[in-house]
Each structure stands twice: as C-alpha cells, then as structure tokens.
C-alpha cells in the first residue's frame, strides 16, 4: 500500500468555525507533511512531523494547529481562518525526514473559507 | 521575460514529440532533486529522481539531467502522450532539510 489518503477531499468553512483535516498512511512512514498549495504555485511546506514529534513549523499561523497522534494519522485542526487561507492542503509521508527521500502525497483537501 | 507568480509557465507540444522541462535550483548544497506530476484535482505524482552524484537518470519513457554547475535540472519525455498533460515541478532538498519544490511549468499535449 503506497497510498496517502486525506479526508475530506472538499471542504467549505465559515471564519468562526472549528474544522479538521486528517491524513492516514500504512507504509511505515516516520515522516508526515503537510504543504499549502495556492491556485497555479507549488506546494509551501507548513509543518513536518518526525517520529510523531513536530519538528519543523515553517511561521505558520496559530489558527492552523496540527497534531500526529500516532504514526500513521496526521490532523490538521482549523479555527478562525481567513479567506485567505483558501487553497489546496497536501499531507505527504517519507521513511524520514532530512532530505534525500521522496514524499509520497495523497490528493489533498480543497479548502474554502467564507 | 515571466512575470513571477502570475502564471505557470508553459510549454506545448504535439503528441508524439520530445518533451523538455527545465528547472533552475536555488541551493548549491541540494543534493536530492525530484520531478513531481500534478494532474488537475490530484496530489503531486513522483515521476523520477537523482542524487547529486549523477548527472543523468532515465526512467520509463523519462530522462532526468542534473547540471550542478550552474544549478539546472531537466525533465525529457519521450514520445509525449495526452496523458502527460499535467503541471510539473522540480523540487531540491539541500542536505539535512525538507524538499521545497520550484515554481512549476504546465505542459499542454495537442492530439
């Protein structure tokens, strides 16, 4: 199973809401990701988790708060977001961080805030 | 000359030529480099990669080119097909770091 998988697949929010996004890999993967993806740019790295720990937060706002509660499921939990944070949210997975492997995404979540 | 964040530069091609993306890296100290595919609604797809030890990788159907000196990579598609269609993009990942990837080019098939 080298599959990602991201629920829900679309999502319309309001600016008072409180949402979550949620992320699941089987391949054994020590690494998860998520990316922002805006209309016609590549994918931003937000956060990364290793072994469950965060370990990199790339200033990303305090409205997105994600969680790894255990190796195989990623969340990213969202409160009080901006129009602007409407885009294309991509959790990916590698072996390992620290460069050197590919990132296996899964088809993302396409985000609309009101 | 682009306009930076604009518009995804573009290539068209008609099926059955040679494709040729490129790709120019920012960190000299990258030594992993992927091209990914994005088909419209999808998740980025890992196409093929190289260390910074080649200079040349071919896969099924693609080649990939690693330039160090003056930071370039290309992505060559043999016999391009409508399937192709697709964004592409180049991401680098400097020794110890995460991947960040490239701007990205749409390449359009015409049957």
């Known amino acids: ?114 | 000359g682009e306009s930076v964040g604009l518009h995804l530069p573009t290539l068209s091609v008609q099926e059955g030529d040679n494709s040729i993306i490129n790709c120019a890296y920012s960190n000299s100290a990258s030594d992993y480099f992927i091209w990914y595919k994005q088909e419209s609604g999808k998740g980025p797809q890992f196409i093929i990669d190289i260390r910074s030890n080649m200079d040349k990788r071919q896969g099924q159907r693609v080649t990939v080119l690693l330039n160090k000196t003056v930071k370039h990579l290309s992505l060559q598609i043999a016999a391009t097909q409508p399937g192709d269609s697709a964004v592409y993009f180049c991401a680098e990942t400097p020794y110890g770091n995460d991947m960040r990837f490239g701007a990205g080019t749409r390449l359009t098939v015409k049957p």
Request: include cysteine; charged fraction near 20%.
């Open chain 1, 1 to 114: 199973d080298t599959e990602v998988t991201q629920t829900p697949k679309h999502l319309v929010m309001g600016m008072t809401n409180k949402k979550s996004l949620k992320c699941e890999q089987h391949m054994g993967h020590r690494a998860m990701y998520w990316y922002k993806q805006k209309a016609k740019k590549p994918p931003e790295l937000m956060f990364v988790y290793s072994y469950e720990k965060l370990s990199i937060n790339e200033s990303v706002p305090s409205r997105f708060s994600p969680e790894c509660p255990n190796s195989s499921l990623l969340n990213l939990h969202l409160h009080a977001l901006q129009p602007e944070d409407s885009a294309l949210y991509l959790c990916a997975s590698s072996s390992r961080t620290g460069g050197g492997e590919k990132l296996f995404f899964g088809s993302g979540t396409q985000l609309s805030v009101l």
